[in-house]
Protein backbone atom coordinates (compact mmCIF):
# COMPACT_ATOMS: atom_id res chain seq x y z
CA UNK A 1 0.00 0.00 0.00
CA UNK A 2 0.97 3.70 -0.12
CA UNK A 3 2.34 3.62 -3.52
CA UNK A 4 -0.46 5.47 -5.16
CA UNK A 5 -0.45 8.15 -1.77
CA UNK A 6 0.71 11.29 -3.23
CA UNK A 7 0.43 10.52 -6.98
CA UNK A 8 -1.03 13.14 -9.08
CA UNK A 9 -4.82 12.61 -11.13
CA UNK A 10 -1.76 13.15 -14.41
CA UNK A 11 0.35 10.42 -12.95
CA UNK A 12 -2.65 7.89 -12.07
CA UNK A 13 -3.93 8.12 -15.62
CA UNK A 14 -0.86 8.04 -17.05
CA UNK A 15 0.08 4.56 -15.43
CA UNK A 16 -3.64 3.82 -16.42
CA UNK A 17 -3.10 4.01 -19.66
CA UNK A 18 0.32 2.36 -20.24
CA UNK A 19 -1.02 -0.52 -18.00
CA UNK A 20 -3.75 -0.77 -20.44
CA UNK A 21 -2.13 -0.34 -23.63
CA UNK A 22 0.44 -3.44 -22.16
CA UNK A 23 -2.02 -6.03 -21.15
CA UNK A 24 -4.73 -5.39 -24.18
CA UNK A 25 -2.20 -4.55 -26.86
CA UNK A 26 -4.18 -1.71 -28.14
CA UNK A 27 -3.01 1.58 -29.46
CA UNK A 28 -2.33 4.60 -26.76
CA UNK A 29 -4.88 6.57 -28.59
CA UNK A 30 -7.70 4.77 -28.71
CA UNK A 31 -7.24 4.63 -24.62
CA UNK A 32 -9.69 7.60 -23.55
CA UNK A 33 -11.38 8.14 -19.71
CA UNK A 34 -14.33 7.27 -21.85
CA UNK A 35 -12.98 4.12 -23.35
CA UNK A 36 -15.04 0.82 -21.88
CA UNK A 37 -12.81 -1.88 -21.57
CA UNK A 38 -14.78 -3.96 -22.67
CA UNK A 39 -16.63 -2.67 -25.29
CA UNK A 40 -14.20 -0.27 -26.63
CA UNK A 41 -10.57 -1.87 -26.11
CA UNK A 42 -11.84 -5.70 -26.84
CA UNK A 43 -11.58 -6.96 -23.46
CA UNK A 44 -13.38 -10.43 -22.39
CA UNK A 45 -13.45 -11.78 -19.23
CA UNK A 46 -10.29 -13.46 -18.66
CA UNK A 47 -8.85 -9.92 -20.05
CA UNK A 48 -10.42 -7.81 -17.56
CA UNK A 49 -9.06 -10.48 -14.69
CA UNK A 50 -5.65 -9.89 -15.91
CA UNK A 51 -6.04 -6.49 -16.17
CA UNK A 52 -7.26 -5.86 -12.61
CA UNK A 53 -3.95 -7.71 -11.62
CA UNK A 54 -2.02 -5.65 -13.71
CA UNK A 55 -3.78 -2.51 -11.95
CA UNK A 56 -3.32 -4.24 -8.44
CA UNK A 57 0.76 -4.89 -8.84
CA UNK A 58 1.18 -1.25 -10.73
CA UNK A 59 -0.17 0.92 -7.82
CA UNK A 60 -0.09 -1.90 -4.85
CA UNK A 61 -3.14 -1.80 -4.10
CA UNK A 62 -6.03 -4.62 -3.36
CA UNK A 63 -9.09 -4.86 -5.61
CA UNK A 64 -11.44 -7.12 -4.28
CA UNK A 65 -13.85 -9.37 -6.65
CA UNK A 66 -16.45 -7.03 -5.46
CA UNK A 67 -15.38 -4.00 -6.62
CA UNK A 68 -14.34 -4.87 -9.96
CA UNK A 69 -17.88 -4.64 -11.84
CA UNK A 70 -16.79 -0.38 -10.98
CA UNK A 71 -14.31 -0.84 -12.95
CA UNK A 72 -15.68 -0.25 -16.23
CA UNK A 73 -14.03 2.53 -18.13
CA UNK A 74 -10.65 4.08 -17.68
CA UNK A 75 -12.06 6.94 -16.35
CA UNK A 76 -13.97 4.71 -13.49
CA UNK A 77 -10.30 3.07 -13.10
CA UNK A 78 -8.64 6.32 -12.46
CA UNK A 79 -11.06 7.35 -10.14
CA UNK A 80 -11.32 4.03 -8.00
CA UNK A 81 -7.67 4.11 -7.81
CA UNK A 82 -7.63 7.71 -6.74
CA UNK A 83 -9.94 6.90 -4.10
CA UNK A 84 -7.75 4.25 -2.66
CA UNK A 85 -5.27 7.04 -1.46
CA UNK A 86 -7.85 8.31 1.09
CA UNK B 1 -23.93 -34.19 -42.35
CA UNK B 2 -25.33 -31.21 -44.06
CA UNK B 3 -23.11 -32.27 -47.11
CA UNK B 4 -24.35 -35.07 -48.99
CA UNK B 5 -21.29 -36.60 -48.77
CA UNK B 6 -20.66 -40.46 -48.35
CA UNK B 7 -17.14 -41.60 -47.37
CA UNK B 8 -14.82 -43.04 -49.49
CA UNK B 9 -12.50 -45.35 -46.98
CA UNK B 10 -9.33 -43.36 -48.07
CA UNK B 11 -7.96 -40.52 -46.61
CA UNK B 12 -5.35 -38.36 -48.30
CA UNK B 13 -3.13 -35.62 -47.09
CA UNK B 14 -3.64 -32.33 -49.09
CA UNK B 15 -1.26 -29.66 -46.92
CA UNK B 16 1.65 -29.63 -44.75
CA UNK B 17 3.13 -27.13 -42.48
CA UNK B 18 6.10 -27.26 -40.10
CA UNK B 19 7.77 -25.19 -37.44
CA UNK B 20 11.42 -26.88 -36.54
CA UNK B 21 14.44 -25.67 -35.14
CA UNK B 22 15.76 -25.88 -38.90
CA UNK B 23 13.03 -23.50 -40.28
CA UNK B 24 9.36 -21.82 -39.78
CA UNK B 25 8.08 -23.06 -43.82
CA UNK B 26 8.11 -26.67 -44.80
CA UNK B 27 10.24 -25.53 -47.53
CA UNK B 28 13.08 -24.73 -44.95
CA UNK B 29 12.89 -27.72 -42.94
CA UNK B 30 12.87 -29.87 -45.43
CA UNK B 31 15.92 -28.24 -47.57
CA UNK B 32 18.21 -28.44 -44.21
CA UNK B 33 17.25 -32.19 -43.80
CA UNK B 34 18.14 -33.07 -47.11
CA UNK B 35 21.58 -31.26 -46.90
CA UNK B 36 21.81 -32.83 -43.43
CA UNK B 37 21.99 -29.19 -41.55
CA UNK B 38 22.33 -29.57 -37.85
CA UNK B 39 20.76 -26.99 -35.61
CA UNK B 40 21.74 -28.21 -31.86
CA UNK B 41 23.48 -25.82 -29.92
CA UNK B 42 23.33 -24.47 -26.39
CA UNK B 43 20.35 -23.78 -24.98
CA UNK B 44 19.78 -20.06 -25.11
CA UNK B 45 16.32 -19.01 -24.10
CA UNK B 46 17.05 -19.42 -20.02
CA UNK B 47 19.77 -19.97 -17.93
CA UNK B 48 20.77 -23.45 -17.99
CA UNK B 49 24.38 -23.56 -16.18
CA UNK B 50 23.02 -25.76 -13.23
CA UNK B 51 20.96 -28.60 -15.72
CA UNK B 52 23.12 -31.22 -16.38
CA UNK B 53 22.28 -31.24 -19.80
CA UNK B 54 22.63 -27.79 -21.42
CA UNK B 55 21.76 -27.88 -25.56
CA UNK B 56 18.77 -28.48 -27.38
CA UNK B 57 17.59 -27.81 -30.84
CA UNK B 58 15.52 -24.65 -30.48
CA UNK B 59 12.92 -22.92 -32.95
CA UNK B 60 14.61 -19.33 -33.46
CA UNK B 61 13.58 -18.49 -36.49
CA UNK B 62 10.15 -17.64 -34.75
CA UNK B 63 8.34 -14.81 -33.73
CA UNK B 64 4.32 -15.81 -33.12
CA UNK B 65 3.44 -11.98 -33.63
CA UNK B 66 4.22 -12.41 -37.12
CA UNK B 67 1.28 -15.39 -37.43
CA UNK B 68 -1.47 -14.32 -35.04
CA UNK B 69 -2.80 -11.37 -33.16
CA UNK B 70 -0.11 -9.59 -30.95
CA UNK B 71 -2.14 -10.02 -27.42
CA UNK B 72 -2.46 -13.41 -28.35
CA UNK B 73 1.02 -13.77 -29.37
CA UNK B 74 2.19 -12.19 -25.96
CA UNK B 75 -0.23 -14.34 -23.98
CA UNK B 76 -0.56 -17.80 -25.22
CA UNK B 77 1.90 -20.45 -24.37
CA UNK B 78 4.31 -21.32 -27.10
CA UNK B 79 2.92 -25.09 -27.49
CA UNK B 80 -0.05 -23.11 -28.98
CA UNK B 81 1.91 -20.46 -31.09
CA UNK B 82 3.71 -23.19 -32.89
CA UNK B 83 0.17 -25.12 -33.20
CA UNK B 84 -1.35 -21.97 -34.58
CA UNK B 85 1.44 -21.49 -36.75
CA UNK B 86 1.84 -25.18 -38.30
CA UNK B 87 -1.97 -25.48 -38.53
CA UNK B 88 -2.54 -22.39 -40.89
CA UNK B 89 0.29 -22.71 -42.71
CA UNK B 90 -1.11 -26.61 -43.54
CA UNK B 91 -4.22 -25.08 -44.33
CA UNK B 92 -3.08 -22.45 -46.51
CA UNK B 93 -1.11 -24.92 -47.82
CA UNK B 94 -4.05 -27.26 -48.70
CA UNK B 95 -5.98 -24.72 -50.47
CA UNK B 96 -9.41 -26.17 -48.33
CA UNK B 97 -11.56 -23.21 -48.10
CA UNK B 98 -13.21 -22.85 -45.08
CA UNK B 99 -17.04 -21.97 -45.36
CA UNK B 100 -20.69 -22.35 -44.03
CA UNK B 101 -20.95 -25.39 -46.35
CA UNK B 102 -18.09 -27.44 -45.00
CA UNK B 103 -17.25 -26.05 -41.76
CA UNK B 104 -19.50 -28.18 -39.71
CA UNK B 105 -17.44 -31.53 -41.64
CA UNK B 106 -13.80 -29.92 -41.07
CA UNK B 107 -12.29 -31.03 -37.44
CA UNK B 108 -8.93 -30.31 -35.33
CA UNK B 109 -6.87 -33.17 -33.97
CA UNK B 110 -3.53 -30.98 -32.98
CA UNK B 111 -1.90 -33.48 -30.36
CA UNK B 112 0.14 -32.35 -27.30
CA UNK B 113 3.07 -34.09 -25.16
CA UNK B 114 2.80 -32.07 -22.11
CA UNK B 115 0.83 -29.22 -23.20
CA UNK B 116 1.98 -25.07 -21.90
CA UNK B 117 4.98 -26.40 -19.23
CA UNK B 118 6.05 -22.48 -19.08
CA UNK B 119 3.13 -21.24 -18.41
CA UNK B 120 2.57 -23.52 -15.80
CA UNK B 121 6.03 -22.27 -14.29
CA UNK B 122 6.01 -19.43 -14.78
CA UNK B 123 2.16 -18.66 -12.82
CA UNK B 124 2.99 -21.14 -10.39
CA UNK B 125 6.23 -19.00 -9.14
CA UNK B 126 3.90 -15.99 -9.01
CA UNK B 127 1.37 -18.40 -6.28
CA UNK B 128 4.58 -18.96 -4.65
CA UNK B 129 5.52 -15.40 -4.81
CA UNK B 130 2.34 -13.52 -4.19
CA UNK B 131 -0.11 -16.30 -3.34
CA UNK B 132 -3.22 -17.77 -5.29
CA UNK B 133 -4.80 -14.13 -6.37
CA UNK B 134 -1.83 -13.63 -8.53
CA UNK B 135 -2.29 -16.54 -10.42
CA UNK B 136 -3.43 -15.64 -13.95
CA UNK B 137 -6.56 -16.40 -15.86
CA UNK B 138 -4.93 -17.47 -18.68
CA UNK B 139 -2.83 -20.32 -16.56
CA UNK B 140 -5.49 -23.13 -17.47
CA UNK B 141 -6.52 -22.07 -20.92
CA UNK B 142 -3.32 -21.73 -22.11
CA UNK B 143 -1.63 -24.79 -20.66
CA UNK B 144 -4.20 -27.61 -20.94
CA UNK B 145 -2.89 -29.74 -24.16
CA UNK B 146 -6.60 -29.65 -25.59
CA UNK B 147 -6.01 -25.83 -25.98
CA UNK B 148 -4.01 -25.84 -29.43
CA UNK B 149 -6.96 -28.33 -31.17
CA UNK B 150 -9.82 -25.83 -29.76
CA UNK B 151 -7.84 -22.51 -30.56
CA UNK B 152 -7.18 -24.07 -34.28
CA UNK B 153 -10.75 -24.07 -34.50
CA UNK B 154 -11.61 -20.88 -33.15
CA UNK B 155 -8.98 -19.01 -35.38
CA UNK B 156 -10.18 -21.26 -38.78
CA UNK B 157 -14.05 -21.71 -37.64
CA UNK B 158 -13.59 -25.60 -37.59
CA UNK B 159 -17.02 -26.99 -36.03
CA UNK B 160 -16.16 -30.66 -36.96
CA UNK B 161 -15.19 -33.22 -34.21
CA UNK B 162 -12.61 -31.81 -31.79
CA UNK B 163 -10.42 -33.73 -29.46
CA UNK B 164 -6.51 -34.31 -28.72
CA UNK B 165 -4.46 -37.16 -28.46
CA UNK B 166 -1.92 -36.99 -25.60
CA UNK B 167 0.86 -39.93 -25.51
CA UNK B 168 3.86 -38.61 -24.90
CA UNK B 169 6.15 -38.84 -27.64
CA UNK B 170 3.70 -40.95 -29.93
CA UNK B 171 1.15 -38.02 -29.81
CA UNK B 172 2.27 -36.59 -33.08
CA UNK B 173 1.68 -40.06 -34.61
CA UNK B 174 -1.00 -40.97 -32.71
CA UNK B 175 -3.25 -37.79 -33.54
CA UNK B 176 -2.60 -38.12 -37.63
CA UNK B 177 -3.90 -41.78 -37.19
CA UNK B 178 -6.83 -40.96 -34.77
CA UNK B 179 -7.82 -38.26 -37.53
CA UNK B 180 -7.33 -40.71 -40.02
CA UNK B 181 -9.95 -42.83 -38.17
CA UNK B 182 -12.22 -40.48 -37.91
CA UNK B 183 -12.54 -39.33 -41.75
CA UNK B 184 -12.44 -42.87 -42.40
CA UNK B 185 -15.78 -43.21 -40.37
CA UNK B 186 -17.60 -40.18 -41.77
CA UNK B 187 -17.36 -38.27 -38.72
CA UNK B 188 -15.64 -35.32 -40.81
CA UNK B 189 -14.49 -35.01 -44.53
CA UNK B 190 -10.92 -33.02 -43.43
CA UNK B 191 -9.01 -32.70 -40.47
CA UNK B 192 -6.40 -30.50 -39.50
CA UNK B 193 -4.33 -32.66 -37.29
CA UNK B 194 -0.77 -33.06 -36.15
CA UNK B 195 1.37 -32.80 -33.24
CA UNK B 196 3.11 -29.31 -31.54
CA UNK B 197 5.18 -29.38 -28.69
CA UNK B 198 7.53 -26.74 -26.75
CA UNK B 199 9.73 -28.34 -23.49
CA UNK B 200 12.95 -26.38 -23.56
CA UNK B 201 12.10 -24.28 -20.51
CA UNK B 202 12.94 -24.32 -17.00
CA UNK B 203 10.55 -27.00 -15.90
CA UNK B 204 10.73 -29.09 -18.55
CA UNK B 205 14.15 -29.05 -18.79
CA UNK B 206 14.49 -29.85 -14.97
CA UNK B 207 12.48 -32.60 -15.37
CA UNK B 208 13.84 -34.82 -18.41
CA UNK B 209 17.62 -34.00 -17.18
CA UNK B 210 16.08 -35.89 -13.83
CA UNK B 211 15.11 -38.44 -16.49
CA UNK B 212 18.62 -39.00 -17.08
CA UNK B 213 17.49 -39.66 -21.26
CA UNK B 214 19.46 -36.83 -22.59
CA UNK B 215 22.50 -36.52 -24.14
CA UNK B 216 24.86 -34.84 -21.82
CA UNK B 217 27.22 -33.73 -25.00
CA UNK B 218 27.35 -30.25 -23.32
CA UNK B 219 30.80 -29.66 -25.08
CA UNK B 220 30.00 -30.80 -28.36
CA UNK B 221 26.42 -29.92 -29.07
CA UNK B 222 26.37 -30.83 -33.20
CA UNK B 223 27.81 -34.29 -32.41
CA UNK B 224 25.36 -34.94 -29.41
CA UNK B 225 22.24 -36.41 -31.63
CA UNK B 226 23.49 -39.54 -32.61
CA UNK B 227 20.92 -42.40 -33.39
CA UNK B 228 22.24 -45.88 -34.24
CA UNK B 229 25.57 -45.13 -33.36
CA UNK B 230 27.76 -46.74 -31.28
CA UNK B 231 28.89 -43.31 -28.78
CA UNK B 232 24.97 -42.63 -28.95
CA UNK B 233 24.36 -40.99 -25.06
CA UNK B 234 20.73 -40.22 -25.16
CA UNK B 235 18.33 -37.62 -27.19
CA UNK B 236 18.64 -34.11 -27.48
CA UNK B 237 15.30 -31.73 -26.81
CA UNK B 238 13.48 -30.11 -29.74
CA UNK B 239 10.55 -28.93 -30.06
CA UNK B 240 8.12 -27.31 -32.87
CA UNK B 241 4.92 -28.31 -34.97
CA UNK B 242 4.22 -30.65 -37.63
CA UNK B 243 0.40 -30.06 -39.13
CA UNK B 244 -1.32 -32.02 -41.73
CA UNK B 245 -4.41 -31.25 -44.06
CA UNK B 246 -6.00 -34.66 -43.98
CA UNK B 247 -9.19 -35.20 -46.46
CA UNK B 248 -11.31 -37.79 -47.83
CA UNK B 249 -10.20 -38.57 -51.26
CA UNK B 250 -13.16 -38.35 -52.88
CA UNK B 251 -13.84 -34.84 -51.65
CA UNK B 252 -10.01 -34.10 -52.07
CA UNK B 253 -10.28 -34.94 -55.55
CA UNK B 254 -13.40 -33.35 -56.31
CA UNK B 255 -12.44 -29.94 -55.35
CA UNK B 256 -9.20 -30.49 -57.38
CA UNK B 257 -6.37 -30.42 -54.51
CA UNK B 258 -2.93 -31.43 -54.83
CA UNK B 259 -2.14 -34.66 -52.88
CA UNK B 260 0.92 -35.51 -51.12
CA UNK B 261 0.15 -39.46 -50.67
CA UNK B 262 -2.62 -41.19 -49.42
CA UNK B 263 -2.65 -42.65 -45.45
CA UNK B 264 -3.05 -46.59 -45.75
CA UNK B 265 -2.09 -48.06 -42.20
CA UNK B 266 -1.88 -47.08 -38.68
CA UNK B 267 -1.17 -49.06 -36.06
CA UNK B 268 -1.67 -48.56 -32.49
CA UNK B 269 -0.08 -50.34 -29.60
CA UNK B 270 0.90 -50.70 -25.79
CA UNK B 271 4.52 -52.09 -23.88
CA UNK B 272 2.43 -52.71 -20.65
CA UNK B 273 6.15 -52.67 -19.36
CA UNK B 274 7.65 -49.73 -17.57
CA UNK B 275 6.64 -46.00 -17.61
CA UNK B 276 10.01 -44.66 -19.70
CA UNK B 277 11.81 -47.93 -20.56
CA UNK B 278 10.59 -49.88 -23.78
CA UNK B 279 10.18 -53.17 -23.60
CA UNK B 280 13.03 -55.05 -24.33
CA UNK B 281 11.74 -57.45 -26.64
CA UNK B 282 10.17 -55.01 -28.51
CA UNK B 283 6.74 -56.82 -28.71
CA UNK B 284 4.33 -53.35 -28.51
CA UNK B 285 7.21 -51.69 -31.35
CA UNK B 286 7.18 -55.32 -33.46
CA UNK B 287 3.12 -55.46 -33.07
CA UNK B 288 2.68 -51.87 -33.88
CA UNK B 289 4.02 -52.32 -37.23
CA UNK B 290 2.70 -55.33 -37.94
CA UNK B 291 -0.64 -53.60 -37.31
CA UNK B 292 0.21 -50.63 -39.75
CA UNK B 293 0.85 -53.02 -42.61
CA UNK B 294 -2.35 -55.13 -41.64
CA UNK B 295 -4.68 -52.59 -42.15
CA UNK B 296 -3.04 -51.06 -44.97
CA UNK B 297 -2.84 -54.48 -46.42
CA UNK B 298 0.53 -53.76 -47.58
CA UNK B 299 3.67 -56.68 -47.22
CA UNK B 300 6.58 -55.84 -45.43
CA UNK B 301 8.44 -55.99 -49.08
CA UNK B 302 6.07 -53.35 -50.33
CA UNK B 303 7.87 -50.62 -47.88
CA UNK B 304 10.42 -48.73 -49.39
CA UNK B 305 11.52 -45.98 -46.70
CA UNK B 306 11.33 -46.13 -42.57
CA UNK B 307 11.37 -43.13 -40.96
CA UNK B 308 12.72 -44.45 -37.18
CA UNK B 309 11.61 -43.07 -33.83
CA UNK B 310 15.44 -43.30 -33.67
CA UNK B 311 15.81 -41.41 -30.57
CA UNK B 312 19.64 -41.60 -29.85
CA UNK B 313 19.27 -43.17 -26.81
CA UNK B 314 20.87 -46.79 -26.03
CA UNK B 315 17.74 -48.59 -25.46
CA UNK B 316 15.40 -46.97 -28.00
CA UNK B 317 17.70 -47.89 -30.87
CA UNK B 318 18.53 -51.11 -30.07
CA UNK B 319 14.90 -52.04 -29.55
CA UNK B 320 14.17 -50.76 -32.99
CA UNK B 321 16.20 -52.06 -34.69
CA UNK B 322 15.05 -55.85 -33.50
CA UNK B 323 11.35 -54.73 -33.43
CA UNK B 324 12.22 -53.74 -37.52
CA UNK B 325 14.56 -56.96 -38.48
CA UNK B 326 11.55 -59.08 -36.79
CA UNK B 327 8.53 -57.54 -38.93
CA UNK B 328 10.78 -57.07 -42.27
CA UNK B 329 13.24 -60.20 -42.01
CA UNK B 330 16.15 -60.76 -44.71
CA UNK B 331 14.32 -57.30 -46.22
CA UNK B 332 15.27 -55.47 -43.23
CA UNK B 333 18.78 -54.94 -44.42
CA UNK B 334 17.66 -53.26 -48.01
CA UNK B 335 15.16 -50.80 -46.49
CA UNK B 336 16.87 -47.47 -45.94
CA UNK B 337 15.94 -46.46 -41.69
CA UNK B 338 16.68 -42.98 -41.27
CA UNK B 339 16.25 -40.79 -38.19
CA UNK B 340 15.79 -36.97 -38.70
CA UNK B 341 15.77 -36.55 -35.31
CA UNK B 342 19.66 -36.46 -35.75
CA UNK B 343 19.26 -33.43 -37.26
CA UNK B 344 15.66 -31.78 -35.07
CA UNK B 345 16.43 -33.51 -32.19
CA UNK B 346 13.93 -34.83 -30.59
CA UNK B 347 10.20 -32.45 -30.07
CA UNK B 348 8.41 -35.18 -28.05
CA UNK B 349 4.79 -34.98 -28.99
CA UNK B 350 5.54 -32.81 -32.54
CA UNK B 351 7.79 -35.34 -33.46
CA UNK B 352 5.45 -38.39 -35.09
CA UNK B 353 3.93 -35.54 -37.08
CA UNK B 354 7.21 -33.80 -38.55
CA UNK B 355 8.68 -37.47 -39.38
CA UNK B 356 5.50 -38.07 -40.99
CA UNK B 357 5.39 -35.35 -43.15
CA UNK B 358 9.09 -36.26 -43.67
CA UNK B 359 7.82 -39.48 -45.02
CA UNK B 360 5.28 -37.52 -47.53
CA UNK B 361 8.63 -35.48 -48.63
CA UNK B 362 10.48 -38.42 -49.09
CA UNK B 363 7.38 -40.09 -51.67
CA UNK B 364 6.92 -36.45 -53.07
CA UNK B 365 10.71 -35.90 -54.32
CA UNK B 366 12.19 -38.67 -54.18
CA UNK B 367 14.79 -38.56 -51.62
CA UNK B 368 15.62 -40.15 -48.62
CA UNK B 369 16.57 -38.16 -45.13
CA UNK B 370 19.75 -38.87 -43.93
CA UNK B 371 20.87 -40.04 -40.00
CA UNK B 372 23.51 -37.41 -39.34
CA UNK B 373 26.24 -38.03 -36.71
CA UNK B 374 26.84 -41.63 -37.80
CA UNK B 375 30.52 -42.62 -36.88
CA UNK B 376 30.68 -45.36 -35.23
CA UNK B 377 28.86 -49.08 -35.81
CA UNK B 378 27.15 -50.29 -33.14
CA UNK B 379 26.56 -54.19 -33.63
CA UNK B 380 23.53 -54.04 -32.36
CA UNK B 381 22.55 -51.82 -34.44
CA UNK B 382 23.20 -53.30 -38.12
CA UNK B 383 20.58 -51.81 -40.63
CA UNK B 384 21.12 -49.01 -43.47
CA UNK B 385 20.44 -46.19 -41.70
CA UNK B 386 21.46 -43.85 -44.49
CA UNK B 387 24.29 -42.62 -43.18
CA UNK B 388 25.50 -38.84 -43.13
CA UNK B 389 24.35 -38.00 -46.82
CA UNK B 390 20.82 -38.08 -47.74
CA UNK B 391 20.04 -40.71 -50.88
CA UNK B 392 18.05 -40.40 -54.08
CA UNK B 393 15.83 -43.10 -54.21
CA UNK B 394 12.10 -43.59 -55.53
CA UNK B 395 9.44 -43.93 -52.23
CA UNK B 396 6.36 -45.39 -52.91
CA UNK B 397 5.25 -46.24 -49.60
CA UNK B 398 7.13 -45.02 -45.76
CA UNK B 399 6.46 -45.53 -43.04
CA UNK B 400 7.14 -44.14 -39.25
CA UNK B 401 7.33 -45.17 -35.98
CA UNK B 402 6.80 -43.25 -32.87
CA UNK B 403 7.17 -44.48 -29.20
CA UNK B 404 6.09 -42.87 -26.21
CA UNK B 405 7.18 -42.96 -22.46
CA UNK B 406 3.99 -45.14 -21.07
CA UNK B 407 4.38 -47.75 -23.59
CA UNK B 408 2.17 -46.11 -26.23
CA UNK B 409 3.47 -47.23 -30.27
CA UNK B 410 1.94 -45.90 -33.19
CA UNK B 411 2.96 -46.58 -36.22
CA UNK B 412 1.38 -44.94 -39.69
CA UNK B 413 2.37 -45.74 -43.18
CA UNK B 414 1.43 -43.59 -46.61
CA UNK B 415 1.28 -44.33 -50.08
CA UNK B 416 2.32 -42.78 -53.33
CA UNK B 417 -1.36 -41.98 -55.02
Known sequence: MGIVQGMSDAEILAKVIKVTVEELSVKEEEVTEAASF??????????VVELVMAFEEEFGIDIPDDDVTQLKSVGDAVNYIKNKQG | MSLEFRPSGRVVVTGIGLVTALGTGVEKTWSGICAGENPVGPVESFDVSEYSTRIAAEVKDF?????????????VDRFIAFAHTGASMA????????????????????????GGLEMLGDQHRRQIEGGPSRVSPFLVPYMIPDMASGWISIVHGLKGPNICVVTACATGANAIGDAYEIIKRGDAVAMVTGGTEAPINEIGMGGFCAVRAMSNRNDDPKRASRPFDKERDGFVIGEGCGSLVLEDYDYAVARGARIYGEVVGYGLTADA???????????GAIRVMKMALRKAGLSPD?????NAHGTSTAYNDRQET???????GERAYKIPVSSTKSMLGHSLGATGAVEAIFCLLAIRDGIVPPT??????DPDCDLDYVPNVARKQKVEVALTNSFGFGGHNACLIFKKL
Not at chain 2, 63 to 75: G, L, S
Not at chain 2, 273 to 283: E, F, L, R, V
Not at chain 2, 372 to 377: C, G, S, T
Open chain 1, 38 to 47: TEDLGADSLD
Open chain 2, 322 to 328: MAIKNVF
Open chain 2, 302 to 306: SVDYI
Open chain 2, 372 to 377: INYEFP
Open chain 2, 91 to 114: LADSGLVVNDENRCEIGVLMGAGI
Open chain 2, 273 to 283: YHITQPDPDAD
Open chain 2, 63 to 75: DAADWMDKKDAKR
